[in-house]
């Protein structure tokens, strides 16, 4: 069974910066296309970030420039490191994995296969 356990959230002022970590057990994380989601009050969950398993990255329009996802292979590892945080980036984060099957294009949110409880980042202004 493969787990995904995320950390890194926190409180943060607007202009700060973050840096969330999911750790994989379970599974052979180099096969999974890795992604980060989230989840704001009343609204749909969304994708971030994505991080296939060939490393190409894909990222929402509102975070280019700002957040980078990356991923460490050797530790069963995908970081999100945000930076110039906004209030609007408050929302619950979830790492979630694909099984490899989706190529040249980030995974649609309900083929991941898996997905962490979540980590909160909130951004006061």
């Known amino acids: 069974q493969v787990y995904l356990v995320e950390s890194g959230g926190g409180l943060v002022q607007a202009g700060g910066s973050l840096r969330l970590s999911c750790a994989m057990s379970?599974?052979?994380?180099?096969?999974?296309?890795m992604a980060w989601l989230r989840e704001a009050p009343g609204k749909e969950r969304e994708l971030v970030a994505a991080i296939m398993r060939s490393g190409t990255t894909y990222a929402l329009d509102s975070v280019k420039g700002r957040f980078t996802i990356s991923r460490d292979n050797a530790k069963d590892t995908v970081y999100l490191q945000m930076e110039s945080l906004k209030p609007e980036d408050t929302a619950l984060y979830y790492c979630?994995?694909?099984?490899?099957?989706?190529?040249?294009?980030?995974?649609?949110?309900?083929?991941?296969?898996?997905w962490g409880p979540g980590t909160q980042v909130t951004v006061s202004s």
């Open positions: 379970g599974g052979t994380f180099s096969n999974y296309n």
């Open positions: 979630a994995a694909e099984s490899g099957y989706v190529r040249g294009r980030p995974p649609s949110l309900h083929e991941y296969d898996y």
